[in-house]
Structures are given as structure tokens and as C-alpha cells.
């Protein structure tokens, strides 16, 4: 079943083969998913996420299940996953030694459990713990050229204590080794939300859920990668940056907020030399993770152009299903959506054909 454009009128309609996506989650074998570590309450006056039981549990029951993916994958015409740590992720490790060893070990184990016996169906980002941004970028080089890793994930901030009150958003100074190291790879960094510090949470006191991904994810998301464009750092460093959710909302702000930009006071706007514009169009990639809405995807595609958009979903967060359903139904012509759906991807990552064939007979033997 799908649904029909803006409309929760449902239709039915064939699954299309050949996907890929890039925003799916996996867990860590060394701490628990979605959490800090060491553990602490992700959200002011909450212990824990203001997520449902029955939501959490049908998420751990899939997240590192890979019979249940593959299936999933198979049954949606999903040929190919790039695969990711879950949020936090590393990020939200407080102590530096360990987020670094955690990282070097979250990254073998991805690319043991899922890529090494299925190369035609995962692919993953490495995980870097910028809490020492030389030792991300010498994991995120091992990662690449010895476990063929596709780019890096990065959850938003890193936590550099236990307290939420010392963070590293990205276009910090001490994170030049590891932006060098993105541009020599030359592979893409998907930058990925988190929830707000929890000092910065009073905006959702009393409604923590909109502190997490119905909101706040993406509005934190999207602050970030406006810290970068104004940093500077892509006029040094012209790497090409993921975001999901058709881009965290940037597609309908970001005209605003370079508009109003260029009356700051001098020194309000950071050591970027081109219009915010210019940088969203030219070095950030969106996503369709989490997203079923016709009209978010043309505006989506009107300010970055069809090139820079691909298909996602989000799993385990999101279901595969409702996503491809939406997505197969989708009244766009054929060009746009195999550009969408595998084409960008394959340009993006390098990919080998065979990892994006149809798989005809396959896919319709689980429909």
C-alpha cells in the first residue's frame, strides 16, 4: 500500500528493485544503542528517551538483526544499505580513550558482521571519535582504505565530558586534521542528528518529545551545518556533506537565512567567502530518510537539483516498507526517480554496477 501524494488515501503498487540507501542504523557490541555512555539522561528531566516501550523494543528486536534486514532489503527492493552507527554513537562517549577505542572496534565489527559476508548488499560510514580529531582522521583513513568504508557519519556535537557543557560541533579550529583528511580520502561525511545539549533543551520543557527527532534533531542538525558553511572551512576543504530528512528543513531556510545574513554586523558571520547558497548547492547531498511527503521532495529538489538527492529510509527508526511504498508511487518521471533511487548514489560512492542490479526475480519471489 502507498500513499497518494499529500493524501492518506492509500494505493496500491508494484515495488520497484535496485536501492540504495544510506541513512540505516546499526548498533555497537560495546554499549547500548541510542545511549550515552557512560549512561545518563538524554534529556532534561526525562531517564532516557520519550519513545514508547513498544517503539524501542521493536527497534532493538531489528536493529542488529541481519536475517530481518536482508529480508526487509529484499522484500522492498532495497539491492544495497550503507550502513551507520546509531545516534549518539560515539559522539556521545565523554571520555576520549574510550570513544577512540570504541570506534576502532564499532568499525571492524560492522564491517565483519555485515560488509565482509555481504559486499553486494552493505556498504558502511566509519564511526571517528573527534574527541581527538588526529586520531578520527587516522581511523577514518584505516576505515577507508582497509575496511572499505564509504565516507564517515558524524553525530552532530561531541561530548567532551559528562556533563553536556563541553562540546565540539565540526567547524571547531582543532578539527582541521580531520577535514584534510575527508578532502585527500575524497569520500563524503554524512552528517547525522542527535538530540540538543541538555542545557539547550528549555525550548521543549514540557513537551520533551519534540526534543527529539519530530524536532529538535533537526533543527540541531541543520544549525550545524550552517556552523560549517560559515566556518569557512569548505572554501579550504570542498567535501561533500550528507544530510537527511531532505536536508534537516536547510531547503526552505537556508534562502532566509543567507538573505539575512549579509546585513550582519562584521564579525557576526564567520570567514566564509561565498553566499550560504552557493555552498548548500555545491557540497551538501540530501536524503529522503524519514520523509514521505511529495511536496518536501520537489522543494527539496528545486533548490539543490535532482543530482544531489537520494533515497533513504532510516531503518530500523522508520519502516522500509512504508518508505518504498510512498516512494514507488511517487507520480515523477522515470529518469528522476532511478537518479533518485540508485543512480546519484553510484556516482557518489564509486559503486560497482553489480551491487545495484535488479534482482528481478528475487525481489518478486517475497512479494
Not at 532493538?60 to 536482508?70: A, I, P, Q, S
Not at 577505542?101 to 565482509?116: C, G, P, Q
Not at 542527535?194 to 542538525?221: D, I, K, M, W
Not at 556552523?227 to 567535501?239: A, E
Amino acid at each position: 500500500m502507498a500513499l497518494n501524494r499529500e493524501t492518506t488515501q492509500t494505493i496500491r503498487v508494484p515495488r520497484r528493485g535496485g536501492k540504495i540507501a544510506l541513512e540505516e542504523a546499526v548498533g555497537s557490541p560495546l554499549f547500548a544503542a541510542y545511549q550515552l555512555y557512560p549512561p545518563r539522561p538524554a534529556i532534561k528531566g526525562l531517564d532516557g528517551l520519550p519513545f514508547s516501550p513498544q517503539f524501542l523494543a521493536d527497534v532493538e528486536g531489528r536493529l542488529d538483526d541481519v536475517g530481518l534486514r536482508l529480508k526487509s532489503m529484499d522484500q522492498c527492493g532495497i539491492q544495497y544499505a550503507i550502513l551507520s552507527l546509531t545516534s549518539p554513537g560515539i559522539e556521545g562517549v565523554s571520555d576520549a580513550a574510550t570513544a577512540i577505542h570504541f570506534a576502532k572496534e564499532t568499525n571492524d565489527d560492522i564491517y565483519h558482521k555485515y560488509v565482509e559476508p555481504h559486499p553486494s548488499r552493505f556498504g558502511f560510514f566509519a564511526c571517528v571519535a573527534m574527541h581527538d580529531p588526529k586520531e578520527a582522521a587516522k581511523e577514518l583513513e584505516r576505515a577507508v582504505t582497509q575496511l572499505g568504508a564509504k565516507g564517515v557519519l558524524v553525530n552532530g556535537f561531541t561530548n567532551l565530558d559528562d556533563r553536556d557543557e563541553q562540546l565540539r560541533y565540526l567547524d571547531a579550529p582543532e578539527c582541521e586534521l580531520f577535514w584534510a583528511m575527508l578532502h585527500h580520502l575524497k569520500v563524503p561525511l554524512y552528517l547525522h542528528p542527535r538530540l540538543p545539549p541538555t542545557h539547550q533543551q528549555v525550548l521543549y520543557s514540557q513537551y520533551p518529545n519534540l526534543a527529539s527527532a519530530s524536532y529538535g534533531f533537526g533543527v540541531e542538525c541543520a544549525g550545524h551545518a550552517l556552523r560549517i558553511m560559515c566556518s569557512g572551512i569548505l572554501d579550504k576543504y570542498p567535501v561533500n556533506i550528507i544530510l537527511g530528512h531532505c536536508a534537516e528543513a536547510l531547503p526552505f531556510l537556508i534562502h532566509r537565512a543567507g538573505q539575512r545574513i549579509n546585513i550582519g554586523t562584521p564579525g557576526s558571520n564567520g570567514k566564509h567567502t561565498k553566499p550560504l547558497m552557493h555552498y548548500f548547492r555545491t557540497h551538501f547531498i540530501a536524503t529522503l530518510a524519514g520523509v514521505r511527503r511529495h511536496s518536501t521532495l520537489r522543494n527539496t529538489i528545486e533548490e539543490l537539483g535532482e543530482s544531489r538527492v537520494m533515497f533513504s529510509v532510516d531503518y530500523p527508526y522508520e519502516s522500509n516498507e512504508d518508505a518504498v511504498d510512498w516512494f514507488d508511487a511517487l507520480e515523477i518521471n522515470e529518469n528522476s526517480r532511478a537518479a533518485i533511487s540508485h543512480q546519484n548514489a553510484v556516482r557518489l560512492f564509486g559503486l560497482d554496477s553489480k551491487c545495484t542490479e535488479l534482482r528481478t526475480s528475487k525481489i518478486l519471489g517475497h512479494l
